[in-house]
């Protein structure tokens, strides 16, 4: 019995599934002759949808491919043989797509779609970001509706493009498209383009006009501005193609050659403004405005070729190439990584040509700099051993969190201030400047197309200098700031009879252990720091050359009255020479004092660790202890040293060597070769990364001193 109730549940489970797999086969995703066949045939099902966008959308869905950048071509020669061979389908889609697109503007496609809207930076990424999940949906009347429902995915324009021109044309010619060039009348394809390139003129010629964008072009004063020759000769064409016959003009129609040349001069400006702006300096506000004049002289680049024709074959290749076009500025409108590439790289160039200048003067060449850098680095631990023993006083002030956090970063902040203004080296500063005038010597190298071995050779050996730079400034650094910690505490403990670090010594060594705390993380953590504050150097540095701030405290009347020339001169120099880099150290201080507080407002384990003053926190460790500390603790917190060093080093420097790249448009894999290169080196002379081995033989990068 059991088994003959065993074999009817068999049955029935096979049953069931048979029911289902019959099913899932008849709901099985048709092709696309059985759509076309189905809405398009007599019976003209298209009509009977409420939505008249829903069978275009299915159709797009059967020609797009699943993995569009993989694929080399998307054929849709079978479609069209379909086509062919069933002329009342063909018909019927062809009245079925012509109602959709009948009357829709798309002037607002081509002068707004993809191109920079507003100066205000982040304000544009928002804008972008915010679109990308909720996309803005215009007016049903426009195309840019249309295109939004269909062409929905950003990755669209890639297998369009792969589809064969002569197979485009083909679809061009099954459904009957008329030309661009029927007429000039409203809404008319042919007005929609004329319309959005007169808006586009009208646009670049009020942004070129303004005050700070001229001021970037000195060479353009006292000559018409070629935007507004651009936009009356842009008219006068604009009307002759209105008054017909014939709705274009031709190739060598001498209008149209020189609305060539003053787009070529329009062009000249806006490179010549970016050229200048290592002279002037520039704000990011004018670096989006040029941005944006010169995305507008692109897309006209694009629209102008649209208003020649020579015969009936233009005339088609010409109203494919525009529908592509929209497609395109439709599906890149909201591109957020194209914008942000596009805005920083000329403000994170300018910032890294400073640093670069910086930079120089922390490669070593011969002995005595190399020693010079030496007794500088003295300085600078002489400094940070003191910082040490005041932070470790203020820890014991009765305070908030705040108070605490202001208290610890005006420690650093005037600390490193001190560095600066005296001369003194501060190590872990060193590599986001360096990691740029290196950068710089590669590019000049590209330059000269030299012989690549000779290129990387002489990269590697500037490499070597810079890392030996580094070394004697951290031996420099670490050697002074332990015995002015320990002197320091052992002065106060001798005066008062007071041991300050008795409380906090095993902290102290903890903190710097690397595997008794998070001190890699927090080495990383100041390492991106360094990175910050070599690029708030260059950004100052940037901002006050293009606000001519020296200039202007040189000619102050007030300042000229009262102080005198001469001195009002010396003070405009000091801030040019200085003020950056003021800024620069008073913010790293404040980051490297305030992290820690934060961290314990939002319960995070954030703090940071630096070479120096982990140097000097070992010495007030041991001292605190009575020097009666574990072996292996002390053990762990000499490594521990010598790995944050390490942490800070790559870090800031990793960071400042891809801004560097990515600022000169080197691409990544130069990576490869140098990497290589710099490896033989080291197999040939691997003490010149330490002490200075060769004769004096001088690789400079060529640019001024600050």
């Known amino acids: ?41 007599d019976n003209e099902e298209w009509r009977d949808n ?35 061979q069933h002329p009342l389908y063909s018909h019927n889609l062809s009245v079925y797509i012509k109602g959709i697109l009948e009357e829709k503007k798309f002037n607002k496609i081509l002068s707004d779609a993809a191109i920079l809207q507003d100066v205000d930076f982040l304000f544009e990424v928002k804008k972008r970001i915010f679109a990308k999940f909720l996309p803005n949906q215009p007016q049903k009347d426009t195309l840019e509706y249309v295109l939004n429902q269909v062409f929905y995915l950003d990755t669209d324009i890639i297998w369009v493009k792969k589809i064969p021109m002569e197979q485009l044309e083909s679809v061009y010619d099954l459904l009957g498209f008329t030309s661009l060039y029927t007429t000039p009348e409203p809404i008319s394809p042919l007005s929609e383009l004329m319309i959005s390139m007169t808006l586009i003129t009208q646009r670049i010629s009020g942004r070129a ?77 004018v670096n989006q405005n040029l941005l944006r004049i010169r995305q507008q002289l692109e897309r006209l680049k694009v629209l102008l070729p649209l208003l020649v024709t020579e015969n009936k074959s233009d005339e088609k290749k010409n109203g494919i190439f525009l529908a592509i076009e929209l497609i395109k500025f439709n599906c890149y409108k909201n591109n957020v990584r194209k914008f942000i590439a596009e805005s920083t790289q000329l403000i994170s160039y300018e910032i ?20 010079r850098m030496f007794t500088t680095a003295l300085g600078g631990g002489l400094i940070v ?30 600390g490193f201030i001190a560095i600066y203004i005296l001369g003194f080296t501060l190590a872990t500063k060193q590599p986001a400047m360096t990691a740029s005038a290196l950068v710089r010597a590669l590019e000049e190298g590209k330059k000269k197309q030299g012989d690549k071995t000779e290129k990387y050779g002489a990269f590697a050996i500037l490499f ?30 001798y005066a008062f009879d007071y041991n300050m670090a008795s409380e906090k010594w095993l902290k102290l060594i903890t903190d710097i252990s690397p595997i008794h ?42 300042l000229k009255r009262t102080i005198g020339k001469k001195r009002t001169m010396k003070f405009a ?67 521990g040293i010598g790995i944050i060093g390490l942490v800070n080093f790559l870090v800031s420097f990793g960071l400042s060597l891809g801004l560097a790249f990515r600022s000169r448009d080197i691409s990544i894999f130069e990576l490869r070769f140098v990497t290589s290169s710099i490896w033989q080196h080291f197999k040939r002379k691997p003490m010149s990364f330490f002490l200075p081995t060769e004769r004096k033989k001088k690789v400079i990068i060529e640019g001024p001193v600050e």
């Open 209 to 285: 006009m303004e005050t700070d964008v001229i001021k970037m072009v000195p060479e353009f004063d006292g000559y018409e501005s070629p935007f507004t020759a651009f936009e009356k000769e842009l008219l006068e064409i604009e009307e002759r193609i209105k008054v017909g016959p014939m709705y274009s003009i031709f190739p060598d129609d001498l209008s149209y050659k020189q609305l060539q040349v003053l787009h070529k001069q329009c062009e000249e400006f806006v490179e010549k403004a970016f050229g200048n702006s290592s002279k002037y300096g520039i704000s990011l506000r």
């Open 1 to 41: 019995m059991s088994k003959l109730i065993h074999l009817l549940v068999r049955i029935c489970i096979f049953t069931q599934i048979a029911i289902r797999m019959k099913f899932f086969k008849s709901k099985s995703k048709p092709t696309v002759q059985e759509f076309i066949a189905r809405y398009f045939s």
């Open 50 to 84: 409420e939505d008249d966008l829903e069978l275009i959308v299915q159709l797009i869905g059967f020609i797009r491919p699943s993995k569009p950048k993989k694929n080399l071509l998307v054929n849709i020669s079978e479609l069209i043989a379909f086509l062919k």
């Open 352 to 371: 890294t040509q400073h640093t670069a200048k910086t930079g120089e003067h922390y490669i070593t060449e011969g002995r005595r700099e190399y020693f």
């Open 385 to 414: 051993g003191i910082l040490c023993i005041i932070k470790l006083w203020l820890g014991r002030v009765e305070t908030s969190y705040f108070g605490h956090a202001f208290l610890y970063s005006m420690n650093y902040s005037f």
């Open 573 to 639: 120099k000091l801030y040019e020479k200085r003020w950056a880099g003021i800024i620069s150290n008073f913010w790293f201080g404040v980051f490297m004092g305030s992290t820690a507080i934060i961290g314990l407002f939002l319960g995070l384990n954030l703090d940071i660790r630096h070479i120096t003053f982990a140097s000097g926190n070992l010495a007030l460790s041991m001292y605190g202890s009575n020097y009666v500390m574990d072996n292996t603790m002390l053990f762990w917190g000499v490594f």
């Open 517 to 558: 705390s998070a001190a890699i993380f927090h080495a990383a953590i100041a390492g991106v720091f360094l990175f910050l504050s070599g690029i708030i150097s260059g950004s100052v540095a940037n901002r006050d050359k293009h606000g001519q701030v020296y200039f202007r405290i040189q000619e102050h009347p007030f």
């Open 464 to 493: 070597a200098r810079v890392f030996r730079s580094q070394f004697i400034a951290f031996v420099g650094n670490v050697i002074m700031a332990f015995p002015v910690s320990l002197l320091g505490i052992w002065l106060i403990d």
